[in-house]
């Protein structure tokens, strides 16, 4: 290697690490002043004052695919070669947002704005090509359960995305019937990340056994039809007990794959 092209490299090198701030910045000015308001709705749920009833289970939902979403890029801050599955999980869940949200309700140059800043800080990631997945590293018990999870969730997502275009009811005047569709496809595509075991893993495995969580009690808390799309208390109950299925299949893979192999 010549020393031009040395230097070259180097000059690169230590460029990246600016322009994965700078985008990681401007993705959480651009992001955080139009998403706060809505993701904190749920708020009023608990503290009280809260008056949008009959919304309550598509605003916690709501809450959580901003909160994760911003929750991906802020952990870059710290470690964020070991924190790489977090932008991914970002990725992923404004990637889907995005496809949604152009199906149910029409294209916003917001969309590829804030999906190139995180592409670009995918590119330039300080865990440079270590983040992306190896079948190698595949837990066959984690893919199997995610396989079963994302076939649930594409046909919930469809029958929120049927609701948002053929309902005139105030739950798709909100679009929250697409905030559903989001969280579910996110779920199938988070596991099926996880089951990777990339770095930084366990971020997707816990953000999808999240949105479960979120579905699922507020299916149970909140069970009548006049929520647009509670699961009601047995279905709710059914998700919940996957949820932590998954994340304990999760947790254990090494454990449990060593009689059978990798």
Do not use: C
Not at 140 to 158: D, L, N, Q
Not at 209 to 217: E, K, P, R, S, T
């Amino acid at each position: 290697m010549s020393t031009r092209t040395a230097l070259t490299n180097l000059s690169i090198r230590s460029l990246k690490l600016p322009v994965f701030a700078l985008a990681g910045v401007g993705f959480l000015a651009l992001s955080v002043p139009a998403f706060s308001e809505p993701m904190l709705f749920w708020t009023g749920i608990i503290l009280g004052g809260y008056i949008y009833p009959t919304h309550e289970l598509h605003h916690f939902v709501l809450g959580s695919v901003f909160g994760l979403l911003l929750l991906g890029v802020v952990a870059q801050a710290v470690q964020p070669a070991k924190r790489v599955g977090a932008l991914h999980s970002s990725l992923i869940i404004w990637g889907l947002f995005s496809i949604v949200f152009t199906i149910g309700s029409g294209f916003s140059p917001v969309f590829i704005i804030l999906l190139g800043l995180l592409t670009i800080m995918a590119i330039v990631h300080p865990a440079g090509r270590s983040q992306l997945p190896s079948v190698e590293t595949l837990d066959r018990r984690m893919a199997a359960m995610a396989a079963v999870t994302t076939v649930g969730a594409i046909a919930f997502a469809t029958n929120q995305l049927l609701s948002q275009l053929s309902l005139t009811d105030a739950h798709a005047g909100f679009e929250h019937y697409l905030f559903m569709a989001t969280a579910a496809l996110a779920v199938g595509a988070l596991s099926i990340h996880a089951s990777f075991r990339g770095t930084g893993w366990r971020f997707p495995a816990y953000a999808a056994a999240f949105f479960m969580l979120v579905i699922g009690v507020g299916s149970i808390v909140y069970p009548g039809v006049e929520q647009g799309s509670s699961l009601g208390v047995v279905l709710g109950l059914v998700v919940v007990l996957w949820a932590i299925l998954f994340i304990t299949i999760a947790e254990r893979g090494d454990e449990l794959m060593a009689p059978i192999g990798r």
